[in-house]
């Protein structure tokens, strides 16, 4: 069974116990921390979550998050698009105890008297997939690499005499 409806709290143990799914569509413009570090969009989150109870006990939710979101190139200053999937595996806990108890395969989901904040969550799992430097790959970008990063001092057989030549020869053209 999988539901359309992503709510804001559940009762993830019950769901757990049900083995229930969840298959639904977030707004980023609704996640005010995410909405701080991307550029305002249409953009939707697909979430699909599963939950359910292993063999030791543990209740678990596994989630795939996909999403396009625009960011701003810390380079040139450009939006462009950013695409996130993630995958993640959570084990949920009441206490801090249990979560430092939790097998290593899970990543702790803290629930608050029986309550887990689904939305929440969501949005933590972007966030932590967010590039640290938002910038477009250096093809892609309007502000060229230095010659230093390009591989330019490491010598590709270029005669760095001969470059400088050519500069000074386009600059007398233009
Ligand atoms: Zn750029």
Redesign the pocket.
């Known amino acids: 069974m999988s539901e359309k409806f992503i709510p804001e709290h559940i009762d993830p143990f019950r769901y757990a116990e049900q083995g229930l799914c969840l298959d639904g569509m977030l707004k980023i413009a609704d996640m005010q921390r995410l909405s701080l570090n991307v550029v305002p969009s249409e953009a939707m989150v697909n979430a699909k979550l599963k939950f359910g109870v292993d063999e030791q006990g543990i209740t678990f939710l596994t989630g795939h998050l996909e999403t396009q979101l625009t960011l701003q ?6 939006p ?1 698009t950013y695409e996130i999937m993630s995958h993640f595996t959570l084990g949920v806990v009441n206490t801090l105890d249990e979560a430092n108890a939790l097998p290593e395969q899970y990543e702790p989901a803290l629930a608050t008297e029986g309550n887990l904040a689904l939305r929440e969550l969501i949005e933590d799992e972007i966030i932590l997939n967010l590039p640290i430097i938002p ?2 790959e250096p093809e ?4 060229k690499l230095p010659l230093a990063d390009s591989g330019w001092e490491q010598g590709k057989g270029e005669n760095p005499f001969h470059v400088l030549q050519s500069l000074k020869l386009k600059q007398k053209r233009e």
């Open positions: 190139c810390q380079r040139c200053l450009e462009f910038r477009h892609d970008c309007k502000v």
